[in-house]
């Protein structure tokens, strides 16, 4: 793996994660478990640079991120895991482990107890900074059309502990 600078390839991980979907990883004790995520940022918060996903209340990964001190989120820049990506992203670790039915290769993190997904193109590792749930009063009516089940998402602000690609 080659080492990165944490700002080094924003605009391609943002790219890929919205056009192939990327994997974030959680991990409480010895319960690790993946989704498929489309939606994320990288920026800059309290004097360090972060990784904010957001996660509705409904996924497994919640309830474990809930509890977690840390995640990674794993990009492909191309199609080459788009059938892990489909399965990650409509089956739920509540109901089978993916990381076997997908034969997805758990990497131990560099930075954080939590795996990355070999196979992928670029990695975070990323340390919770904050934990914060969407007020639907806060939230500007344009956007009501992505909550017609009322399945909020709370935003996970990661402080990025580690950045690297695929060599
Ligand atoms: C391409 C793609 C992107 C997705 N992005 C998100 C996301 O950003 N946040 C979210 O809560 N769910 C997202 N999902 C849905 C979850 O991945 C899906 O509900 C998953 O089964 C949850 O798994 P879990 O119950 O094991 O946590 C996405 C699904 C796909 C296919």
Same mark, same amino acid.
């Given at each position: 793996?080659?080492?990165?600078?944490?700002?080094?390839? =924003?605009?391609?991980?943002?790219? *890929?994660?919205?056009? +192939? @979907?990327?994997?974030?990883?959680?991990?409480?004790?010895?319960?690790?478990?993946?989704? *498929?995520?489309?939606?994320? !940022?990288?920026?800059? #918060?309290?004097?360090? $640079?972060?990784?904010?996903? %957001?996660? &509705?209340?409904? &996924? +497994?990964?919640?309830?474990?991120?809930?509890? *977690?001190?840390?995640?990674?989120?794993?990009?492909?820049? !191309?199609?080459?895991?788009?059938?892990?990506?489909?399965?990650?992203?409509t089956k739920?670790? /509540?109901?089978?482990?993916?990381?076997?039915? #997908?034969?997805?290769?758990?990497?131990?993190?560099?930075?954080?107890? %939590?795996?990355v997904i070999? @196979?992928?193109?670029?990695?975070?590792?990323? &340390?919770?900074?904050?934990?914060? &749930?969407?007020? $639907?009063?806060?939230? +500007?009516?344009? #956007?009501?059309?992505?909550?017609?089940k009322k399945?909020?998402?709370?935003?996970?602000?990661?402080?990025? =502990?580690? #950045?690297?690609? /695929?060599?």
């Amino acid at each position: 793996m080659k080492q990165l600078a944490w700002n080094a390839k =924003m605009k391609e991980a943002v790219d *890929a994660m919205i056009e +192939h @979907g990327a994997f974030l990883t959680t991990k409480v004790g010895d319960e690790q478990n993946t989704m *498929a995520i489309g939606w994320g !940022s990288i920026g800059y #918060c309290w004097g360090k $640079p972060v990784f904010t996903v %957001v996660v &509705r209340n409904s &996924r +497994h990964t919640f309830q474990l991120m809930e509890k *977690a001190e840390e995640f990674t989120v794993s990009i492909p820049f !191309s199609d080459a895991m788009k059938k892990e990506i489909e399965f990650c992203g409509t089956k739920s670790g /509540k109901d089978v482990n993916k990381f076997e039915a #997908c034969n997805l290769a758990a990497i131990d993190g560099q930075a954080v107890k %939590v795996p990355v997904i070999g @196979g992928c193109d670029l990695y975070y590792e990323c &340390r919770i900074l904050a934990k914060l &749930r969407l007020e $639907p009063e806060n939230l +500007h009516e344009s #956007c009501d059309e992505w909550y017609p089940k009322k399945d909020y998402h709370t935003f996970y602000v990661g402080e990025i =502990m580690a #950045c690297y690609e /695929k060599e």
